[in-house]
Nanobody, 114 residues
Framework: VQLQASGGGLVQPGGSLTLSCAAS????????MGWYRQAPGKQREVVAS???????NYADSVKGRFTISRDNVKNTVYLQMNSLKPEDTAVYYC?????????WGQGTQVTVSS
């Protein structure tokens, strides 16, 4: 399975972006899918995850601003990011996990700056 992340870019503080993660195959079999980010000089951290049971998890820093969703027909996971802050600047990676495999996309840069 290959994951292709897209949608990053430069946005002003307070702006919005939607990231997409398209999988090369069906995402129905994945137990969890999520988005991580890594800022310069920092460790990669989980931003949002969606469990197959339907449960969502968000980092405290993005609660109320970011929304993760999935489209099983398009085999795509999205991250809607609103009210973006400079501290959201990072490379964002999508991840998908199932028994026997943990997959990463190539990353997409998000820069929040005026």
């Amino acid at each position: 399975v290959q994951l292709q992340a897209s949608g990053g870019g430069l946005v002003q503080p307070g702006g919005s972006l939607t990231l997409s993660c398209a999988a090369s195959g069906s995402i129905i079999s994945f137990l969890a899918m999520g988005w991580y980010r890594q800022a310069p000089g920092k460790q990669r951290e989980v931003v949002a995850s969606l469990i197959s049971s339907g449960r969502f998890n968000y980092a405290d820093s993005v609660k109320g601003r970011f929304t993760i969703s999935r489209d099983n027909v398009k085999n795509t996971v999205y991250l809607q990011m609103n009210s973006l802050k400079p501290e959201d600047t990072a490379v964002y990676y999508c991840n998908a996990y199932k028994v026997g495999g943990n997959y990463w996309g190539q990353g997409t840069q998000v820069t929040v700056s005026s």
